[in-house]
Protein backbone atom coordinates (compact mmCIF):
# COMPACT_ATOMS: atom_id res chain seq x y z
CA UNK A 1 0.00 0.00 0.00
CA UNK A 2 2.78 2.23 1.01
CA UNK A 3 4.81 1.62 -2.50
CA UNK A 4 1.46 2.31 -4.11
CA UNK A 5 1.27 5.67 -2.21
CA UNK A 6 4.50 6.36 -3.20
CA UNK A 7 4.58 5.64 -6.65
CA UNK A 8 0.93 7.58 -7.18
CA UNK A 9 2.60 10.68 -5.29
CA UNK A 10 5.16 10.54 -7.67
CA UNK A 11 3.17 10.30 -11.02
CA UNK A 12 1.31 13.35 -9.44
CA UNK A 13 4.50 15.54 -8.78
CA UNK A 14 5.90 14.66 -12.26
CA UNK A 15 2.80 15.83 -13.83
CA UNK A 16 2.68 18.82 -12.03
CA UNK A 17 6.63 19.70 -12.51
CA UNK A 18 5.60 19.15 -16.15
CA UNK A 19 2.32 21.13 -16.50
CA UNK A 20 4.67 23.80 -14.90
CA UNK A 21 7.43 23.44 -17.42
CA UNK A 22 4.92 23.75 -20.31
CA UNK A 23 3.41 26.98 -18.69
CA UNK A 24 6.34 28.86 -17.45
CA UNK A 25 7.16 30.58 -20.56
CA UNK A 26 3.89 32.69 -20.38
CA UNK A 27 4.20 33.28 -15.93
CA UNK A 28 5.21 36.88 -15.55
CA UNK A 29 7.73 36.92 -18.11
CA UNK A 30 10.04 34.80 -16.72
CA UNK A 31 10.89 32.54 -19.77
CA UNK A 32 14.05 30.05 -19.76
CA UNK A 33 16.22 29.83 -22.32
CA UNK A 34 19.29 27.54 -24.02
CA UNK A 35 22.91 28.37 -24.28
CA UNK A 36 24.23 25.80 -26.89
CA UNK A 37 27.93 26.45 -26.23
CA UNK A 38 30.84 24.94 -28.35
CA UNK A 39 30.94 21.58 -25.54
CA UNK A 40 27.18 21.42 -26.16
CA UNK A 41 26.82 21.62 -22.77
CA UNK A 42 23.21 23.35 -22.24
CA UNK A 43 23.03 26.20 -19.83
CA UNK A 44 19.63 27.90 -19.06
CA UNK A 45 19.50 31.57 -18.14
CA UNK A 46 16.48 34.52 -17.38
CA UNK A 47 15.32 35.78 -20.70
CA UNK A 48 15.07 39.96 -21.27
CA UNK A 49 18.16 40.19 -18.78
CA UNK A 50 21.88 40.43 -18.73
CA UNK A 51 24.72 41.36 -16.46
CA UNK A 52 27.46 44.12 -17.85
CA UNK A 53 30.41 45.14 -15.61
CA UNK A 54 31.73 48.58 -17.38
CA UNK A 55 35.48 49.90 -17.18
CA UNK A 56 36.71 52.58 -14.94
CA UNK A 57 35.74 54.90 -17.96
CA UNK A 58 33.13 54.27 -19.20
CA UNK A 59 31.00 57.14 -18.39
CA UNK A 60 33.16 59.20 -21.23
CA UNK A 61 31.45 56.86 -23.73
CA UNK A 62 27.49 58.36 -22.61
CA UNK A 63 26.43 58.57 -26.21
CA UNK A 64 27.56 55.04 -27.76
CA UNK A 65 26.09 53.54 -24.31
CA UNK A 66 23.29 55.33 -25.41
CA UNK A 67 23.12 53.87 -29.00
CA UNK A 68 23.04 50.17 -27.63
CA UNK A 69 20.99 50.79 -25.00
CA UNK A 70 18.60 52.15 -27.61
CA UNK A 71 19.51 49.26 -30.40
CA UNK A 72 18.45 46.89 -27.87
CA UNK A 73 14.72 48.63 -26.64
CA UNK A 74 16.79 48.35 -23.07
CA UNK A 75 14.00 49.41 -20.19
CA UNK A 76 16.56 49.57 -17.35
CA UNK A 77 19.97 49.58 -16.74
CA UNK A 78 20.49 49.20 -12.79
CA UNK A 79 23.83 49.43 -11.03
CA UNK A 80 23.77 45.91 -8.66
CA UNK A 81 25.56 47.58 -5.73
CA UNK A 82 25.59 50.64 -5.35
CA UNK A 83 27.39 50.76 -2.03
CA UNK A 84 30.24 49.79 -3.38
CA UNK A 85 32.04 52.30 -5.08
CA UNK A 86 35.93 51.78 -5.43
CA UNK A 87 35.80 48.43 -5.36
CA UNK A 88 35.44 45.01 -7.52
CA UNK A 89 32.07 44.79 -7.41
CA UNK A 90 31.87 49.00 -8.91
CA UNK A 91 30.07 49.66 -12.33
CA UNK A 92 28.44 46.39 -11.96
CA UNK A 93 24.83 46.64 -13.96
CA UNK A 94 22.02 44.31 -14.67
CA UNK A 95 19.74 45.28 -17.65
CA UNK A 96 16.31 44.22 -19.04
CA UNK A 97 15.62 43.55 -22.54
CA UNK A 98 12.45 43.11 -24.63
CA UNK A 99 11.84 39.15 -23.75
CA UNK A 100 12.21 37.83 -27.03
CA UNK A 101 15.44 39.39 -27.85
CA UNK A 102 18.52 37.59 -28.64
CA UNK A 103 20.45 37.78 -25.12
CA UNK A 104 23.36 36.06 -27.02
CA UNK A 105 23.72 38.48 -30.10
CA UNK A 106 23.24 41.51 -27.12
CA UNK A 107 25.91 39.93 -24.83
CA UNK A 108 28.55 39.34 -27.79
CA UNK A 109 28.11 42.99 -28.78
CA UNK A 110 28.25 44.93 -25.59
CA UNK A 111 31.30 42.76 -24.92
CA UNK A 112 33.04 43.59 -27.80
CA UNK A 113 33.10 47.23 -26.74
CA UNK A 114 36.47 48.96 -25.42
CA UNK A 115 34.17 50.25 -22.44
CA UNK A 116 32.69 47.11 -21.11
CA UNK A 117 34.64 44.65 -19.37
CA UNK A 118 32.87 41.95 -19.38
CA UNK A 119 28.98 40.99 -20.29
CA UNK A 120 27.13 37.81 -19.60
CA UNK A 121 23.75 36.77 -19.28
CA UNK A 122 21.84 36.34 -16.16
CA UNK A 123 22.42 32.36 -15.84
CA UNK A 124 20.42 29.92 -14.19
CA UNK A 125 23.16 27.41 -11.91
CA UNK A 126 21.77 24.18 -11.21
CA UNK A 127 21.57 22.42 -7.29
CA UNK A 128 23.73 19.46 -6.72
CA UNK A 129 21.63 17.50 -4.40
CA UNK A 130 19.89 13.76 -5.94
CA UNK A 131 16.15 13.26 -4.18
CA UNK A 132 16.35 9.91 -2.73
CA UNK A 133 14.40 7.57 -0.46
CA UNK A 134 13.79 7.28 3.56
CA UNK A 135 16.65 5.02 5.12
CA UNK A 136 18.11 4.51 8.24
CA UNK A 137 18.46 7.41 10.79
CA UNK A 138 22.53 7.09 10.56
CA UNK A 139 25.04 9.88 10.00
CA UNK A 140 27.79 7.70 9.21
CA UNK A 141 29.90 10.66 7.69
CA UNK A 142 30.66 12.18 11.29
CA UNK A 143 31.44 8.73 12.88
CA UNK A 144 31.65 4.98 11.59
CA UNK A 145 31.43 2.49 13.30
CA UNK A 146 30.59 0.14 10.42
CA UNK A 147 26.70 0.17 10.99
CA UNK A 148 24.56 -0.62 8.22
CA UNK A 149 23.76 2.02 6.07
CA UNK A 150 20.98 1.06 3.46
CA UNK A 151 19.45 -2.42 2.77
CA UNK A 152 22.34 -4.45 4.31
CA UNK A 153 25.03 -2.47 3.02
CA UNK A 154 27.20 -1.61 5.89
CA UNK A 155 29.95 1.10 6.14
CA UNK A 156 33.99 0.82 7.16
CA UNK A 157 34.41 1.59 10.46
CA UNK A 158 36.46 4.96 10.48
CA UNK A 159 35.44 6.24 7.19
CA UNK A 160 34.35 9.05 8.65
CA UNK A 161 35.55 13.05 9.61
CA UNK A 162 36.47 11.91 12.88
CA UNK A 163 33.97 14.82 14.66
CA UNK A 164 33.32 12.99 17.97
CA UNK A 165 37.14 13.21 18.67
CA UNK A 166 37.19 17.03 17.44
CA UNK A 167 34.06 18.00 19.15
CA UNK A 168 36.21 17.53 22.40
CA UNK A 169 38.37 20.19 21.24
CA UNK A 170 35.65 22.76 19.59
CA UNK A 171 32.12 22.56 18.95
CA UNK A 172 31.59 25.75 17.81
CA UNK A 173 30.40 29.61 18.27
CA UNK A 174 27.67 31.20 18.17
CA UNK A 175 29.67 34.26 17.02
CA UNK A 176 30.64 32.60 14.17
CA UNK A 177 28.33 32.47 11.14
CA UNK A 178 27.94 30.49 8.16
CA UNK A 179 25.98 31.49 5.21
CA UNK A 180 23.91 28.93 3.40
CA UNK A 181 23.58 30.42 0.06
CA UNK A 182 20.54 27.98 -1.75
CA UNK A 183 16.62 27.54 -1.35
CA UNK A 184 15.82 29.32 1.31
CA UNK A 185 16.23 27.49 5.09
CA UNK A 186 13.40 26.44 7.18
CA UNK A 187 14.26 28.79 9.99
CA UNK A 188 11.43 27.88 12.13
CA UNK A 189 12.57 23.88 12.27
CA UNK A 190 13.41 22.75 15.83
CA UNK A 191 16.80 21.17 14.95
CA UNK A 192 17.93 24.56 13.80
CA UNK A 193 15.74 27.25 15.16
CA UNK A 194 18.34 28.11 18.10
CA UNK A 195 21.17 28.42 15.13
CA UNK A 196 19.77 30.90 12.96
CA UNK A 197 21.38 34.03 12.41
CA UNK A 198 19.84 37.23 13.44
CA UNK A 199 20.65 40.44 12.38
CA UNK A 200 20.83 42.21 15.80
CA UNK A 201 20.87 45.92 14.21
CA UNK A 202 17.74 45.79 12.55
CA UNK A 203 14.42 46.35 14.14
CA UNK A 204 11.48 43.52 12.81
CA UNK A 205 8.58 44.61 10.83
CA UNK A 206 8.95 48.94 11.35
CA UNK A 207 9.46 49.25 7.39
CA UNK A 208 12.91 50.71 8.04
CA UNK A 209 16.46 49.73 6.85
CA UNK A 210 17.69 50.26 10.41
CA UNK A 211 21.53 49.52 10.04
CA UNK A 212 21.08 51.52 6.49
CA UNK A 213 22.93 48.36 4.29
CA UNK A 214 20.60 48.58 1.65
CA UNK A 215 17.95 45.95 2.58
CA UNK A 216 14.50 46.62 4.91
CA UNK A 217 14.16 44.28 7.87
CA UNK A 218 16.16 41.61 7.21
CA UNK A 219 16.11 39.98 10.51
CA UNK A 220 17.11 37.03 9.65
CA UNK A 221 18.59 37.06 6.20
CA UNK A 222 16.93 38.06 2.76
CA UNK A 223 15.26 36.10 -0.23
CA UNK A 224 16.59 37.72 -3.50
CA UNK A 225 14.52 35.77 -5.69
CA UNK A 226 11.10 36.68 -4.25
CA UNK A 227 7.88 34.83 -2.94
CA UNK A 228 6.99 32.85 -6.45
CA UNK A 229 7.64 33.04 -10.22
CA UNK A 230 4.26 35.33 -10.48
CA UNK A 231 5.27 37.42 -7.66
CA UNK A 232 9.74 37.89 -8.00
CA UNK A 233 10.24 40.91 -6.11
CA UNK A 234 12.89 40.17 -3.27
CA UNK A 235 11.54 40.62 0.32
CA UNK A 236 12.61 39.83 3.94
CA UNK A 237 11.56 36.17 4.18
CA UNK A 238 13.97 33.54 2.89
CA UNK A 239 11.78 30.70 3.97
CA UNK A 240 12.83 27.27 2.30
CA UNK A 241 10.00 25.93 -0.11
CA UNK A 242 11.95 23.84 -2.01
CA UNK A 243 14.30 21.64 0.57
CA UNK A 244 17.47 21.27 -0.55
CA UNK A 245 18.96 24.68 1.32
CA UNK A 246 17.02 23.62 4.64
CA UNK A 247 19.02 19.97 4.53
CA UNK A 248 22.43 21.42 3.49
CA UNK A 249 21.97 23.98 7.00
CA UNK A 250 21.33 20.99 9.18
CA UNK A 251 24.63 19.02 7.92
CA UNK A 252 26.84 22.45 8.57
CA UNK A 253 25.01 23.60 11.67
CA UNK A 254 21.73 21.81 13.28
CA UNK A 255 21.36 22.83 17.05
CA UNK A 256 22.83 19.33 18.54
CA UNK A 257 22.98 17.74 22.03
CA UNK A 258 19.37 18.88 22.10
CA UNK A 259 17.85 15.39 22.47
CA UNK A 260 16.20 15.22 19.36
CA UNK A 261 17.00 15.25 15.35
CA UNK A 262 20.73 15.01 14.34
CA UNK A 263 23.91 16.67 15.11
CA UNK A 264 25.31 19.15 12.74
CA UNK A 265 29.17 19.24 11.95
CA UNK A 266 29.25 22.44 14.02
CA UNK A 267 27.10 22.45 17.56
CA UNK A 268 26.76 26.20 17.66
CA UNK A 269 27.81 28.15 14.55
CA UNK A 270 24.91 30.28 13.04
CA UNK A 271 23.10 29.58 9.94
CA UNK A 272 22.76 32.95 7.47
CA UNK A 273 19.48 32.06 5.54
CA UNK A 274 19.97 33.37 1.92
CA UNK A 275 17.41 32.46 -0.67
CA UNK A 276 18.87 32.46 -4.38
CA UNK A 277 16.57 29.90 -5.94
CA UNK A 278 12.95 29.66 -7.32
CA UNK A 279 11.33 27.32 -6.36
CA UNK A 280 9.83 25.40 -9.11
CA UNK A 281 13.21 25.39 -11.37
CA UNK A 282 15.35 24.39 -7.81
CA UNK A 283 18.10 27.00 -10.05
CA UNK A 284 19.89 29.76 -8.92
CA UNK A 285 19.97 32.87 -10.74
CA UNK A 286 23.43 34.67 -11.52
CA UNK A 287 22.45 37.90 -9.93
CA UNK A 288 20.78 36.64 -6.93
CA UNK A 289 24.14 34.34 -6.34
CA UNK A 290 26.20 38.07 -6.73
CA UNK A 291 23.81 39.37 -4.70
CA UNK A 292 23.94 36.42 -1.87
CA UNK A 293 27.43 36.41 -1.81
CA UNK A 294 27.97 40.20 -1.40
CA UNK A 295 25.19 40.50 1.49
CA UNK A 296 26.88 37.68 3.38
CA UNK A 297 30.34 39.38 3.10
CA UNK A 298 28.71 42.80 3.92
CA UNK A 299 26.58 41.69 6.82
CA UNK A 300 29.43 39.35 8.64
CA UNK A 301 29.50 36.08 7.41
CA UNK A 302 32.69 34.07 8.41
CA UNK A 303 31.93 31.16 5.61
CA UNK A 304 30.03 30.56 2.79
CA UNK A 305 28.83 27.33 1.44
CA UNK A 306 27.64 26.97 -2.10
CA UNK A 307 25.93 23.33 -2.68
CA UNK A 308 25.55 24.77 -6.81
CA UNK A 309 27.66 25.74 -10.18
CA UNK A 310 27.64 24.80 -13.88
CA UNK A 311 30.57 24.17 -16.04
CA UNK A 312 30.68 27.88 -17.20
CA UNK A 313 32.50 30.55 -15.42
CA UNK A 314 30.64 33.33 -14.91
CA UNK A 315 32.53 36.83 -14.33
CA UNK A 316 29.89 38.42 -11.94
CA UNK A 317 30.24 35.94 -9.71
CA UNK A 318 33.48 36.17 -9.84
CA UNK A 319 33.91 39.42 -9.38
CA UNK A 320 31.76 38.80 -5.65
CA UNK A 321 33.71 35.70 -4.56
CA UNK A 322 37.03 37.86 -4.94
CA UNK A 323 35.47 40.31 -3.65
CA UNK A 324 34.50 38.28 -0.16
CA UNK A 325 37.85 36.50 -0.31
CA UNK A 326 39.42 40.08 0.11
CA UNK A 327 37.29 40.52 3.27
CA UNK A 328 38.63 37.35 4.41
CA UNK A 329 35.88 35.00 4.06
CA UNK A 330 36.07 31.11 3.79
CA UNK A 331 34.33 30.37 0.56
CA UNK A 332 33.43 26.22 0.21
CA UNK A 333 31.67 24.81 -3.41
CA UNK A 334 30.30 21.59 -4.23
CA UNK A 335 32.61 20.02 -7.12
CA UNK A 336 29.47 18.64 -9.29
CA UNK A 337 27.44 15.98 -9.21
CA UNK A 338 28.92 14.32 -12.77
CA UNK A 339 31.61 11.43 -12.51
CA UNK A 340 33.93 13.38 -14.64
CA UNK A 341 36.60 15.87 -13.97
CA UNK A 342 35.69 18.53 -16.46
CA UNK A 343 35.65 22.05 -13.99
CA UNK A 344 32.45 23.05 -12.38
CA UNK A 345 32.08 26.92 -10.84
CA UNK A 346 32.48 28.16 -8.33
CA UNK A 347 34.34 25.21 -7.08
CA UNK A 348 37.16 25.38 -9.63
CA UNK A 349 37.73 29.06 -8.78
CA UNK A 350 41.42 29.61 -6.75
CA UNK A 351 39.90 30.77 -3.88
CA UNK A 352 36.97 28.43 -3.65
CA UNK A 353 37.57 25.13 -1.89
CA UNK A 354 36.37 22.53 -4.14
CA UNK A 355 34.62 19.52 -2.22
CA UNK A 356 34.25 16.43 -3.55
CA UNK A 357 31.94 13.34 -2.21
CA UNK A 358 32.93 10.64 -0.69
CA UNK A 359 31.15 7.36 0.56
CA UNK A 360 30.65 5.37 3.73
CA UNK A 361 33.54 3.10 2.45
CA UNK A 362 36.24 6.14 2.48
CA UNK A 363 35.74 5.50 -1.96
CA UNK A 364 35.07 8.18 -4.01
CA UNK A 365 31.36 8.42 -4.97
CA UNK A 366 29.89 7.09 -8.22
CA UNK A 367 28.22 10.09 -8.64
CA UNK A 368 30.74 12.78 -7.80
CA UNK A 369 33.18 15.39 -10.21
CA UNK A 370 36.18 15.07 -9.49
CA UNK A 371 40.32 15.93 -10.83
CA UNK A 372 43.44 17.45 -9.34
CA UNK A 373 41.62 20.93 -8.99
CA UNK A 374 39.43 19.44 -6.25
CA UNK A 375 40.75 19.99 -2.89
CA UNK A 376 38.93 17.68 -0.61
CA UNK A 377 35.97 15.00 -0.58
CA UNK A 378 33.72 14.78 2.44
CA UNK A 379 30.92 12.68 3.02
CA UNK A 380 28.31 13.05 0.22
CA UNK A 381 26.15 9.84 0.13
CA UNK A 382 22.96 9.05 2.19
CA UNK A 383 23.42 12.15 4.31
CA UNK A 384 20.65 12.28 6.94
CA UNK A 385 19.50 15.86 7.80
CA UNK A 386 17.29 18.43 8.65
CA UNK A 387 13.97 18.71 5.77
CA UNK A 388 11.19 21.45 6.12
CA UNK A 389 8.57 20.85 8.56
CA UNK A 390 5.87 21.51 5.97
CA UNK A 391 5.41 20.65 2.07
CA UNK A 392 7.67 21.46 -0.34
CA UNK A 393 9.29 20.37 -3.45
CA UNK A 394 10.91 17.42 -2.65
CA UNK A 395 8.25 15.98 -0.97
CA UNK A 396 6.41 15.23 -4.51
CA UNK A 397 9.67 13.05 -5.32
CA UNK A 398 8.77 10.85 -2.11
CA UNK A 399 11.04 12.86 0.32
CA UNK A 400 10.04 13.29 4.08
CA UNK A 401 9.70 16.21 6.42
CA UNK A 402 11.50 16.97 8.98
CA UNK A 403 14.49 14.23 8.37
CA UNK A 404 15.78 12.70 5.17
CA UNK A 405 18.41 11.72 3.34
CA UNK A 406 20.18 13.10 0.43
CA UNK A 407 22.78 12.21 -1.65
CA UNK A 408 25.27 14.89 -3.60
CA UNK A 409 28.17 17.29 -3.56
CA UNK A 410 25.74 19.51 -2.52
CA UNK A 411 25.60 17.42 0.84
CA UNK A 412 29.60 17.57 1.17
CA UNK A 413 29.86 21.23 0.93
CA UNK A 414 28.02 22.00 3.74
CA UNK A 415 29.88 19.59 6.04
CA UNK A 416 33.40 21.48 4.50
CA UNK A 417 31.66 24.74 5.82
CA UNK A 418 30.84 23.38 9.53
CA UNK A 419 34.71 22.44 9.50
CA UNK A 420 35.59 26.00 8.61
CA UNK A 421 32.99 27.00 11.57
CA UNK A 422 34.47 24.91 14.15
CA UNK A 423 38.52 25.79 12.64
CA UNK A 424 37.83 29.83 13.22
CA UNK A 425 35.44 29.40 16.21
CA UNK A 426 39.00 27.64 17.90
CA UNK A 427 41.03 30.48 16.52
CA UNK A 428 38.65 33.73 15.67
CA UNK A 429 41.98 35.24 14.63
CA UNK A 430 42.58 32.86 11.51
CA UNK A 431 42.76 33.64 7.96
CA UNK A 432 40.66 32.18 5.57
CA UNK A 433 44.14 31.23 3.70
CA UNK A 434 45.06 29.66 7.09
CA UNK A 435 41.62 27.52 7.32
CA UNK A 436 42.15 26.26 4.06
CA UNK A 437 45.27 25.24 4.32
CA UNK A 438 44.29 23.46 7.45
CA UNK A 439 41.51 21.52 5.92
CA UNK A 440 43.52 20.78 2.96
CA UNK A 441 46.96 19.31 5.13
CA UNK A 442 45.02 17.17 7.71
CA UNK A 443 42.82 15.49 5.54
CA UNK A 444 42.97 11.69 5.33
CA UNK A 445 44.48 10.06 2.07
CA UNK A 446 41.55 7.77 1.16
CA UNK A 447 40.52 5.50 -2.12
CA UNK A 448 40.25 8.61 -4.52
CA UNK A 449 43.02 6.66 -7.05
CA UNK A 450 44.75 10.22 -6.97
CA UNK A 451 41.81 11.92 -8.51
CA UNK A 452 41.49 14.87 -6.06
CA UNK A 453 44.53 17.21 -4.69
CA UNK A 454 44.05 15.59 -1.10
CA UNK A 455 42.04 13.49 0.52
CA UNK A 456 38.78 13.06 2.74
CA UNK A 457 38.59 15.90 5.53
CA UNK A 458 39.29 15.16 9.07
CA UNK A 459 37.83 17.17 11.67
CA UNK A 460 40.24 16.19 14.35
CA UNK A 461 43.49 16.40 12.71
CA UNK A 462 42.45 20.10 11.59
CA UNK A 463 41.54 21.43 15.02
CA UNK A 464 44.64 19.70 16.20
CA UNK A 465 46.45 21.23 13.76
CA UNK A 466 45.24 24.85 14.39
CA UNK A 467 46.16 23.83 18.28
CA UNK A 468 50.07 24.18 16.66
CA UNK A 469 50.52 20.05 17.66
CA UNK A 470 52.63 18.25 15.47
CA UNK A 471 50.91 15.34 13.80
CA UNK A 472 52.13 12.47 12.54
CA UNK A 473 52.27 11.54 8.50
CA UNK A 474 48.69 10.21 7.07
CA UNK A 475 49.12 6.29 6.91
CA UNK A 476 50.70 5.38 3.44
CA UNK A 477 48.70 2.75 1.44
CA UNK A 478 51.67 0.22 -0.60
CA UNK A 479 50.83 -0.86 -4.35
CA UNK A 480 53.34 -2.94 -6.35
CA UNK A 481 53.04 -7.26 -7.91
CA UNK A 482 51.14 -9.52 -5.98
CA UNK A 483 52.68 -12.77 -7.26
CA UNK A 484 55.97 -13.41 -8.32
CA UNK A 485 59.21 -16.26 -8.50
CA UNK A 486 61.60 -16.30 -5.46
CA UNK A 487 65.31 -14.26 -6.32
CA UNK A 488 63.98 -11.91 -8.29
CA UNK A 489 63.73 -8.57 -7.11
CA UNK A 490 60.28 -6.35 -7.13
CA UNK A 491 59.38 -2.64 -6.29
CA UNK A 492 57.10 -1.32 -4.48
CA UNK A 493 55.43 1.76 -4.41
CA UNK A 494 53.66 4.13 -1.08
CA UNK A 495 50.51 6.37 -2.33
CA UNK A 496 51.58 10.13 -2.50
CA UNK A 497 51.20 10.25 1.17
CA UNK A 498 51.12 13.54 2.88
CA UNK A 499 52.60 14.85 6.02
CA UNK A 500 49.96 17.43 7.58
CA UNK A 501 53.12 19.77 8.85
CA UNK A 502 54.15 19.70 5.36
CA UNK A 503 57.18 17.86 6.61
CA UNK A 504 59.63 15.37 4.12
CA UNK A 505 58.64 11.40 5.00
CA UNK A 506 60.78 8.82 5.09
CA UNK A 507 59.28 5.18 3.87
CA UNK A 508 59.78 1.69 5.91
CA UNK A 509 59.08 -1.46 4.70
CA UNK A 510 58.52 -4.64 6.41
CA UNK A 511 58.50 -7.26 3.62
CA UNK A 512 57.24 -9.82 6.48
CA UNK A 513 60.14 -12.29 5.84
CA UNK A 514 62.16 -11.14 8.99
CA UNK A 515 63.37 -8.11 7.20
CA UNK A 516 62.93 -4.45 7.53
CA UNK A 517 64.14 -2.23 4.26
CA UNK A 518 66.41 1.32 5.55
CA UNK A 519 64.42 4.41 5.96
CA UNK A 520 64.15 5.34 2.42
CA UNK A 521 64.00 8.79 1.64
CA UNK A 522 63.49 12.09 1.75
CA UNK A 523 60.46 12.54 -0.01
CA UNK A 524 58.45 15.50 -0.25
CA UNK A 525 54.89 16.00 1.19
CA UNK A 526 52.58 14.29 -1.66
CA UNK A 527 55.18 12.60 -3.27
CA UNK A 528 55.07 8.85 -3.91
CA UNK A 529 58.17 6.82 -1.87
CA UNK A 530 59.52 3.01 -3.29
CA UNK A 531 61.84 0.34 -2.35
CA UNK A 532 62.61 -2.77 -3.58
CA UNK A 533 62.92 -6.18 -2.85
CA UNK A 534 63.45 -10.18 -3.29
CA UNK A 535 62.38 -13.14 -1.28
CA UNK A 536 64.46 -15.57 -1.58
CA UNK A 537 61.94 -17.97 -0.41
CA UNK A 538 58.68 -19.34 -1.50
CA UNK A 539 55.37 -18.43 0.55
CA UNK A 540 52.90 -16.03 1.04
CA UNK A 541 53.50 -12.75 2.62
CA UNK A 542 52.02 -9.53 4.00
CA UNK A 543 53.90 -6.71 3.49
CA UNK A 544 53.21 -3.30 4.37
CA UNK A 545 54.62 0.02 4.88
CA UNK A 546 54.98 3.35 7.42
CA UNK A 547 55.81 6.80 7.06
CA UNK A 548 58.52 9.19 9.07
CA UNK A 549 58.60 12.61 9.08
CA UNK A 550 61.78 14.78 9.53
CA UNK A 551 61.26 14.97 13.52
CA UNK A 552 60.70 11.61 13.79
CA UNK A 553 57.61 11.25 14.55
CA UNK A 554 56.02 8.08 12.87
CA UNK A 555 52.62 6.84 10.95
CA UNK A 556 50.38 4.24 11.71
CA UNK A 557 51.34 0.74 9.60
CA UNK A 558 49.53 0.81 6.05
CA UNK A 559 47.10 -1.72 5.78
CA UNK A 560 48.91 -4.92 4.25
CA UNK A 561 49.41 -6.29 0.58
CA UNK A 562 49.40 -9.98 0.24
CA UNK A 563 52.32 -11.19 -2.39
CA UNK A 564 53.13 -14.74 -2.79
CA UNK A 565 56.11 -16.05 -4.32
CA UNK A 566 55.16 -20.11 -5.63
CA UNK A 567 57.46 -22.82 -5.19
CA UNK A 568 60.25 -22.55 -7.72
CA UNK A 569 61.15 -26.45 -8.00
CA UNK A 570 63.07 -28.03 -9.88
CA UNK A 571 61.42 -31.45 -11.69
CA UNK A 572 62.85 -34.85 -10.05
CA UNK A 573 63.87 -37.58 -12.42
CA UNK A 574 63.35 -40.86 -11.23
CA UNK A 575 65.28 -44.46 -11.66
CA UNK A 576 62.90 -46.11 -13.91
CA UNK A 577 62.19 -42.82 -16.31
CA UNK A 578 66.50 -42.65 -16.51
CA UNK A 579 65.91 -46.53 -17.23
CA UNK A 580 62.91 -45.75 -20.01
CA UNK A 581 64.98 -42.77 -21.81
CA UNK A 582 67.71 -44.96 -21.14
CA UNK A 583 66.54 -47.77 -23.53
CA UNK A 584 64.09 -46.60 -26.03
CA UNK A 585 65.41 -49.29 -28.02
CA UNK A 586 63.52 -52.14 -26.42
CA UNK A 587 60.36 -49.61 -26.70
CA UNK A 588 59.42 -48.69 -30.21
CA UNK A 589 56.10 -46.82 -29.01
CA UNK A 590 57.57 -44.77 -26.67
CA UNK A 591 60.58 -44.05 -28.59
CA UNK A 592 58.25 -42.63 -31.76
CA UNK A 593 56.28 -40.32 -29.16
CA UNK A 594 59.36 -38.99 -27.41
CA UNK A 595 61.33 -37.87 -31.10
Not at 319 to 324: G, H, Q, R, V, W
Not at 358 to 385: C, E, H, K, Q
Request: contains cysteine; glycine residues 8%.
Amino acid sequence: MKNFVFRKGLVIGIIILFVGACILPSINGYIIKKINFLDNQNFEFVSGEFIVKFTEDFKNYPSDINELNKKYQVSSMIKIFKNHENTILDNIYIFNVPEDSNILSIVDEYSSKPFVQYAEPNYLLSLFSTPNDKFFNKQYGLHNTGQEIWLGIYGTEDADIDAPEAWDIETGSQDVTIAIIDTGVDYTHPDLEGNIWINEEEIADNGIDDDNNGYIDDRIGWDFVGESISNPAPDNDPLDDYGHGTHCSGIASAVTDNGIGVAGTSWNCKIMCLRAAGTILGKLNSDAAVESIVYATDNGADVISMSWGSTSPKNSIKDALDYAYENNVVLIAASGNDPFSDKFYPAAYENVIAVAASDWDDNLALFSTYGDWVDVTAPGFRIYSTMPTYNVILNLFGMNKNYDFMDGTSMSCPMVAGLAGLLISYNLSLTNEEVRDFINTASDWINTDDKIANGRINAHKALLIASGVSLPPNKPSIFGPTDGNKGTEYTYNTSANTDPDGDDLYYLFDWDDSTLSDWVGPFASGEKGSASHKWNKQGNYQIRVKARDSYGIESLWSDPLSVTMPRNKAIQTSTFLNFLTGHLNLFPILHRLLL
